[in-house]
Structure formats: C-alpha cells, structure tokens
C-alpha cells in the first residue's frame, strides 16, 4: 500500500498547478509576484509588503471555529491582505459570502488589543481567487463594499472590502495582466511577463526537493488517515452487523451492517481532513465516492 501511495503521491505532485493551494502559497511566498498580484486585483500600487507569519492561524477562543488563511500579506501603510484560492464550489450559494465575514470578524480580533479603541482596526481585503463563478452573473471580478442602501455610492467607511475573481468569467472591466493570470489558472499558456513569471516561480517549486518531499508527506498522510477510516468502519460494521443478524436471525445483516459502518467508517475520517483544513469538502466528497450533497447530509448524522 504504501508504494501504491508514493506512486499517487508523486503523480498527484506533477499534475499540481497554480490552482492548487499547496503550490499557490508557496508561489505567493514571492513578495514582488504576490505584491504584483495585489495591485493588479485592486489597480493600487504598493511600496513593500511583509509576511507577518509563514502561515497564519486565528484562534480566538478555544470554543469557536479557528481559521488558516492561505496567503496574508500587510503592506507599508498597515493595511491587511487574504488571499485565498477557492476551488471548491459550495452547494449552499451563501457559504463563501459568509466565510468572507468570519475571516473579516476573526482577523479583526486578531489585531485589536483589548482596551484598544476601534478605530485602530485596521483596512483590510479578503481576496478569493475561484475557479467557478460564485455568484452566476459571468464577471471575472466583484468587489463588494458596506455602502448606504439609499445612497449607493456613499460608503460608510469601515475600510473593509470583499473581492471574488472568477476564472470563468468574461474578462470585462479587468487588465490585461489580471485576465492573463486568470487564464493561466484556467489551464491556458502563461502571456505577459507577471503570468510568465508565476508560471517560472510555478515550476521551480516543482522542482524544489523539499517541497516534493512536503507534499507527498502530506498526500500519504491523507491517505493513511483514509485507510484508518476504512478500518474503522469495517471493524464497527462487523460488529453492528453481527448484532443485526442475531436479532433478525438474517446473515444479509452483517454484509448490511459491515458495508454500512464501512462508509461511515470512511466519511468521519474524511470528514476529520476537511475540519484540519486538509481537504475540501468537494475533495472529500470525490474521496468518499458521492455528491458533495450527500456527504454533507452524511456528515450532519
């Protein structure tokens, strides 16, 4: 098993592209594709950016719903940026709108002291690149900001902003650099000089031994913890189904069970993945075999 893992590991490893989380925060680890990048999506410019931590996790208390944000960035003026790449198309319509406000609600408390007065919140940006249109109108860029319901272009200064790209979308009202980078996402040549140098940056992680090495540690783990699943499904399926069959005096019970316990078995591991932020739902569903509907709804149970 385990040469079969290394096997998938290491071509799961040379079909990762920029879309992929994995190899997206390590190209963006690069201050002046990442600072590009920036200034394309919100056409600013910025003098330097900082990475405040390699990976940043928010925990604000022990019982509430911590958050790793991919790539987060604070430029010379204090402002704070999240970058995430999203290729998971959620079935509810409003998960990513309010997964934007958790983000914006965690990394407000995260930077506010206590006792500190509000207005040392700082400006901040969650940025979602997606590989779907998110919101079905065929923009490749929405912006959305607090305004005034009865004066629309009066904002009400939080200097907070949400933007959602979508690799699908038209191109209109978007720079030639952002519609490239958009295309290279969608599997096309990489054209001008910024999406020719993520594609560079793309293949020399590629390349690069050790994060090699880190990514199929990290897939096989995956794996293992899938197959500890299975296990555990199919020895509490033995056991559920012996029990059924002993009551029902029926030997289709025990197959009944053990397949049973087998798919749950797999679905809470799975399931575990997907909390450690090491799979997406999407991803985890496509593991279990099923629709991303039906695992949710089996993951409810």
């Excluded at 030997?251 to 679905?267: D, F, S």
């Amino acid at each position: 098993m385990d040469k079969t893992n290394r096997t998938d590991a290491l071509k799961a490893w040379e079909d990762l592209t920029i879309a992929d989380n994995f190899i997206f925060q390590k190209v963006m680890r690069k201050k002046r594709l990442c600072k590009r990048l920036i200034e394309n999506i919100l056409n600013i410019k910025i003098r330097k950016i900082t990475f405040p931590e390699t990976e940043k996790d928010i925990h604000v208390r022990r019982d509430s719903k911590s958050v790793r944000l991919d790539v987060y960035v604070e430029d010379e003026q204090g402002t704070l940026y999240d970058i995430e790449m999203q290729t998971t198309d959620y079935a509810t319509p409003d998960e990513l709108p309010k997964r934007t406000r958790y983000y914006q609600a965690m990394m407000d408390m995260d930077v506010l002291n206590k006792g500190e007065l509000y207005t040392k919140l700082r400006r901040t940006y969650i940025i979602f690149i997606c590989t779907f249109d998110p919101f079905d109108r065929g923009r490749s860029l929405y912006t959305f900001r607090e305004t005034c319901q009865e004066e629309p272009a009066f904002l009400m200064g939080d200097e907070t902003a949400k933007i959602f790209l979508n690799s699908k979308g038209s191109r209109e009202g978007i720079n030639h650099d952002l519609a490239a980078f958009l295309d290279y996402i969608e599997g096309k040549s990489p054209q001008g000089k910024f999406t020719e140098s993520i594609a560079d940056a793309v293949e020399a992680a590629k390349e690069n031994k050790e994060m090699k090495v880190e990514y199929m540690t990290f897939f096989m783990e995956l794996r293992r913890r899938e197959e500890k699943g299975r296990e555990e499904g199919r020895a509490e399926g033995r056991a559920e189904g012996r029990a059924e069959g002993r009551a029902e005096g029926r030997a289709e019970g025990r197959a009944e069970g053990l397949a049973e316990g087998a798919i749950k078995g797999k679905a809470e591991a799975l399931l575990g993945l997907v909390h450690d932020g090491l799979l997406t739902m999407k991803e985890a569903a496509k593991r279990a075999g099923m629709s991303e509907e039906a695992f949710r709804k089996l993951a409810m149970h």
